[in-house]
């Protein structure tokens, strides 16, 4: 049976050292060394782990904590904190992005069993659950509501379409076949791809949002958008984002996280 794939997230190059060695032994896959957030999400898109050891204290300006955040909401990838700081604040700051573990750096060293049964508990604990970010896309409905139920039994009504096609997803009124802009109901979405086709979907945005890769974020109330660079045209005057042409808002409750993203995944 193959060994679990780790990753590393530590900018102590020493520390590191003394944890793959110990990982190692184990039989355990474990990534090179990475000493930031900016590093690690580039590991994660080239070879995905089933867990994450991470530290708080990183290089750049973002900590584990930032990562933390990402790992659950967005890559849902089980990770457990390893780290120097042992005050209240950082703990509660730590419970807030649901990690696995936290464990304290004790010196000299750290404690190799602790170490191995952590990983060993968490990995156990993760065996059935679903890894929604290995998926490629999204079954979307050909039509809304009773639209569908026109459809003969041999016809299609869902079809596949890649995430990486679409440009975003919104909970705003669409255009009907009687070209009469429709209110969704609770819990109902639309969205736009790539070609200009539009699909729907019975699901809330907080809901599909979980299931969503790195470069979809929540910009405002009504819309999640794609700011891959296929997608993304532009930035206007900071506070909005052209995505095929159309103009959206960033919301001022977003706009963190939004400029994030934007740093993870564009140089300034």
Known sequence: MEKAHILIVEDEALLYKR??????KENYSVDEYTPSVAEAIAHINTKRPDIVLLDIDLEGEQTGIDLGKMLYETY?????????????QTFYDGLSTHHEQFIVKT???L???????AIKTVLKRNDNRETL?????????????????KY????????????????????KPFMNQNNELEKLRAN???????????YFLKKSLKEVLRELP????????????NISAEMLCGRINGSRISIMNQELTIKDTYSKEFKKRIELLYQS
Do not use: C
């Open 214 to 225: 790195h470069y979809f974020v929540r910009i405002n109330e009504s819309y999640i958008a």
């Open 111 to 117: 404690n190799p069993k602790e170490i191995l049964r």
């Open 133 to 149: 970010f290995t998926k490629e896309g999204i079954m979307g409905l050909v039509g809304y509501l009773d639209d569908v139920k």
């Open 107 to 109: 010196k000299p060293r």
């Open 188 to 198: 109902y979405l639309w969205f736009l791809t790539k070609t200009g086709e539009y």
């Open 152 to 171: 003969s039994n041999s016809g299609v009504t869902r079809v596949p379409v890649n995430y990486e096609d679409i440009a975003f997803f919104t909970v």
């Open 76 to 88: 849902h990838i089980p990770f457990i904190y390893v780290t120097g700081f042992d005050d209240d």
């Open 19 to 24: 944890l793959h060695k110990v990982l190692q």
